[in-house]
């Protein structure tokens, strides 16, 4: 349940995260400029339309999980529960938003150990409040697999609470105001011209993961297991490389406000050499180590223990390539060239990974194996 619902939430999340990438990049560019007064202005505008954002998409995707679960061959008894997490997940939209503007804003500024030490405290708790939602305690009734969205909703309104009481306390060099929240239209738009390519590319890469989803449903519950773990340890690969792409945006960002546009670009070049080099030392451990990885979630469970096995076998070398272009990546955007990670996405997805995938796995006696090669 938890698997099928994964690609879902990733996609509404992507949808609205344009925006708060595009208030990171305006803000560093500020600080960069050394202009307080713009960087306050930037950080209520992207707040505003975020909340805004995260509020609609919050009811569109509680209105059609059912609907989007089925057409994604997602039959009982998983059915039953994965509208359940779905809907619960959706519900919490907009306190996961806007926990990203705070932690964009100061990402933006410079300041990353602020976000670090709040969402260590709230995986703290989630990690509390998991098993007392799931298997429940004394008044709290047991809610299953629902209960796991109820520990991430509720650890991630306290987040956004947090953030929120930090930004308007005057904090971090940045003090926002409920006059600040009024519109200003063409800074909206600014925020909206860089984040509106830059939600597509994320959304093409989440919508990558709900079409992945289709092709590999048919294979049978074993082989979604296998990929649900799969892609959870490639995603927990990534995380260093999206924290390399944050700083390499930020860094670039706020030389390019600051005028210095030779030093942005040797951040570029130093943080994709070590990003390569990097995450192809971790792939190699992970293609070493792969199944002990894999059996570290499914103890017990041997077709998926294998198949696990196999996918990250075939993943594994590959990861200093991710590191390579989440660097690139955090270029293009600090630079405020988010078109062009847009079509590198969607090339990359849309020309190449889905029709080799859909080929190799419906045409030839790969089958499963097949999405793994693409």
């Given at each position: 349940a938890?698997?099928v ?27 960069g400029?050394?202009n307080?007064?713009k960087?306050n202005?930037?950080t209520?505008?992207?707040?505003l ?11 569109v ?9 089925q057409?994604?061959?997602v039959?009982r008894?998983?059915?039953g529960d994965?509208?359940?997490y779905?809907?619960?997940?959706f519900l919490?939209?907009?306190f ?5 503007v ?10 990353v ?10 995986v ?22 629902t209960?796991a969205?109820y ?27 409920l006059?600040?929240l009024s519109?200003?239209?063409p800074?909206?738009q ?8 830059a ?6 890469r989440a ?11 048919p294979f ?18 990534i995380?260093?490389?999206m ?14 406000g ?15 050499w070590?990003g390569?080099a990097?995450?192809?030392?971790v792939?190699?451990l992970?293609f ?6 894999i059996?570290?979630?499914v ?5 998926v ?11 594994a070398?590959?990861?200093?390539f991710?590191?390579?272009?989440q ?6 955007r ?7 990670t847009?079509?590198l ?5 849309w020309v190449l ?15 499963e194996t097949?999405?793994?090669?693409a």
């Open positions: 938890v698997s619902s994964f690609p879902l939430i990733f996609l509404m999340i992507a949808l609205g995260g344009g925006l708060a990438i595009a208030g990171s990049v305006l803000v560093a560019q500020y600080v400029a050394r307080a007064a960087v202005s930037v209520a505008q992207t707040l339309m975020v909340v805004v954002v995260s509020v609609l998409l919050s009811a995707g509680y209105s059609l999980s059912p609907y989007a679960l057409l994604m061959g039959t008894p998983t059915l994965a509208i359940s779905l809907q619960v997940s919490g939209l907009p996961t938003f806007g926990y990203f705070y932690q964009s804003v100061l990402r933006g500024i410079g300041e150990r602020a976000p670090v030490y709040i969402v260590f405290g709230t703290m708790l989630n990690l509390l409040l998991d098993p007392l939602f799931i298997f429940g305690w004394g008044p709290i009734s047991a809610s299953g697999v209960g969205a520990a991430t909703i509720t650890t991630q309104g306290i987040a956004m609470v947090v953030g929120l009481v930090t930004l308007f306390g005057g904090h971090f060099g940045i003090h926002l105001k006059r600040d519109p200003d239209w800074l909206m600014r925020v909206v011209a860089l984040g509106l390519p939600s597509v590319e994320q959304s093409t919508l990558g993961l709900t079409v992945m989803t289709f092709l590999v449903a049978g519950t074993s082989t979604i297991a296998s990929y649900g773990i799969g892609t959870r340890i490639v995603s927990f690969v995380i260093p490389a924290g390399l792409s944050m700083a390499t945006a930020t860094l670039v960002a706020q030389n390019i600051a005028k210095n546009t030779e030093r942005a670009s040797r951040i570029a070049w130093l943080s994709a070590f390569f990097v995450l192809e030392g792939g190699v992970c070493v180590f792969a199944m002990p990885l059996r570290f979630f103890p017990s469970a041997a077709d223990i294998a198949g696990g096995t196999q996918f990250l076998h075939l993943m070398l590959s990861f200093g991710i590191g390579l272009q660097a690139l990546g955090g270029a293009f600090g630079s405020g060239n988010t078109f062009n847009m079509i996405a969607m090339v990359s997805l990974q889905f029709p080799i995938a859909y080929i190799l796995s419906k045409h030839t006696a790969l089958g097949g999405l793994w090669w």
